[in-house]
């Protein structure tokens, strides 16, 4: 039986884990990455790799230009991608954008006929990230069965964010044991155009803990600094 | 008092006057119009006429490639805008579009430190869109609230659809007591450049007979067929 599923891949560590996890299960899986602007483009070549090399059957960038609104220090080069850990939500906070994520993914999925979508978000890393958490998650769902030709027909779409509390290094393991290669993701907020992490910003930082605490060597590519 | 407010903006008759009721209600408005491989581009031109007639302080067009996802008779070139009432979802129905269109409005409204957004749907005209029914704008509402860190912080973000139970008709006085200006409005469905009206899709017969039940003369500019 052919199960299809979306699965939004932003080409990090976890959104990648998210992708094996699917193929994993069964799905086939349509991979949907977002360019919303962002600084660290080299992540959608980053997910273009992924997307291959974890057998997606078609992978789709759309295009969004958030940065036209601004308001975050992902999109906006005139706020800084904080470098020290900070309390509350940070500033690379980017408004609304896994709601936009989930609305595109929706619509494909609506298109392809699936009731399957997957999310690579975690509460736990992520915690200062309102649209990173589980209540967020069932709010979209119940929004979504009730928004799509599908939904009203009976068959709304399950977002599916098996992440969500794991541990970065719960997650590291389980890409290892399904064979992602996390040398070839992206995860820093500010890499080059050859995807070298900085070391620095909040999302290295986490990433370099999990693989300590994982037990496994790390294989991002840092740049000199 | 500065009370600012995202207004989705589409160049149509319903949108327009829903940005005319705002701005009566003392709001600032910023004016929001996407561009998602809809057909008919000149609504866009119409867009940009009624927030600058209608006295919004600003106007963005934010580009969204829905036709690369299809299924819609609105994006899809294969399939063809029907001219004859259809029962269930018309083919116009286009997968998520009004939420994602709400996302990048809330998105926006963040940045912009507004707790209001105002959508111009309409639940009796178009009943055969999910996306334009109470409950669906009150489940978004709903998400939210728990998306953005203006929800978190106890300032969620309301969705004002004023006009969702609203007869045609009534949109239509509503909009002359308001000054809008409907002849400079794209309703139609496949409108030519020009912005002229096709007369015979849904969004055409919906209006005209709205003209007449309000007994307004139709303003509308028909091409020759």
């Given at each position: 039986m052919i199960k299809p599923a979306v699965i939004l891949l932003s080409g990090g560590l976890d959104s990648a884990t998210t992708l094996a996890m699917a193929r994993a299960d069964g799905f086939d899986c349509y991979a949907l990455s977002v360019e919303y602007g962002q600084r660290h483009s080299s992540e959608l070549d980053a997910a273009a790799r992924m997307a291959r090399t974890l057998g997606a059957l078609e992978h789709r960038t759309m295009r969004v230009d958030l940065a036209g609104i601004g308001g975050s220090a992902l999109t906006d080069s005139n706020i800084a991608v904080p470098e020290a850990p900070t309390s509350g939500?940070?500033?690379?906070y980017v408004p609304a954008r896994n709601t936009l994520m989930l609305a595109l993914a929706l619509g494909w999925a609506e298109v392809l006929g699936s009731q399957d979508i997957f999310i690579g978000v975690n509460a736990i890393d992520f915690a200062g990230y309102p649209d990173c958490r589980a209540e967020f998650i069932a709010a979209f769902e119940n929004m979504a069965a009730l928004a799509t030709r599908a939904g009203v027909e009976g068959q709304p779409c399950r977002v599916h964010a098996p992440l969500i509390s794991w541990t970065k290094a719960q997650i590291i393991r389980a890409g290892v044991r399904l064979g992602v290669d996390f040398g070839a993701t992206v995860s820093c907020y500010q890499a080059d155009e050859l995807g070298r992490a900085c070391g620095r910003c909040d999302s290295c930082r986490i990433r370099k803990s999990g693989f300590e605490a994982a037990g496994v060597p790390d294989p991002t590519h840092y740049r000199a600094v």
């Open positions: 939500i940070p500033a690379t």
